[in-house]
């Protein structure tokens, strides 16, 4: 049975409420805690059956995504689009990324970027550098849940399953830290 994005997520209780620290170092009421729904295979490849339909006719040549969840999505989004799937690690010490154990793109090929969460962009741009320094063609952009608040343009069509605007904080700002909501750190990156 195929279900709805949204619905996939909160039936395998991906979408938490509370006072979560996201990655990016924000806080937030909502925390879309997607390995819930990707330890379930048939979600994962309902979600990225979607991301797959929206650019089946772009001739992509091979999906990349950040780690952690992007390697799953570059997996199986490649795997439905039967090109490679390849992933960007982070630099340590730094807020880059690279591709390691091989994994390259030749000048011209057509990339596909997968993600898991969107907030604030910055796992997206960190995985756009190093396609564009190998002279990768970004074709656009798949991701599971774009929960950002303001326009992000990457200059390539984005795609997400779900869109759910949710309002993030500075800490300094924080309205749930400032009540005494006791701040929750549940994944990183």
């Not at 309902?46 to 995504?65: N, P």
């Not at 320094?133 to 997400?160: C, H, M, N, W, Y």
């Not at 949710?166 to 549940?186: D, N």
Request: with cysteine.
């Amino acid at each position: 049975m195929t279900l709805n994005a949204q619905k996939l997520f909160e039936i395998s209780g991906a979408v938490l409420n509370g006072h979560f620290q996201l990655t990016s170092g924000l806080h937030s009421p909502v925390y879309w805690e997607k390995f819930q729904v990707l330890q379930y295979p048939e979600y994962t490849q309902q979600l990225c059956k979607m991301i797959v339909d929206r650019f089946r006719d772009q001739s992509v040549q091979v999906v990349a995504g950040p780690t952690t969840g992007g390697v799953i999505l570059a997996y199986d989004v490649s795997r439905q689009l039967g090109v490679r799937g390849i992933f960007a690690e982070k630099v340590e010490g730094s807020n880059a990324r690279a591709f390691r154990r091989g994994f390259n793109i030749s000048p011209g090929e057509r990339v596909l970027l997968v993600d898991d969460i969107l907030t604030t962009g910055g796992s997206i741009q960190e995985t756009i550098a190093p396609i564009k320094q190998a002279g990768g063609t970004l074709v656009g952009i798949g991701v599971l849940v774009d929960r950002s608040t303001k326009t992000l343009d990457f200059e390539v069509p984005l795609f997400s399953c779900v869109r759910s605007e949710t309002v993030a904080y500075k800490a300094e700002e924080c309205p749930l830290c400032k009540a005494g909501i006791p701040l929750t750190k549940r994944g990183s990156s």
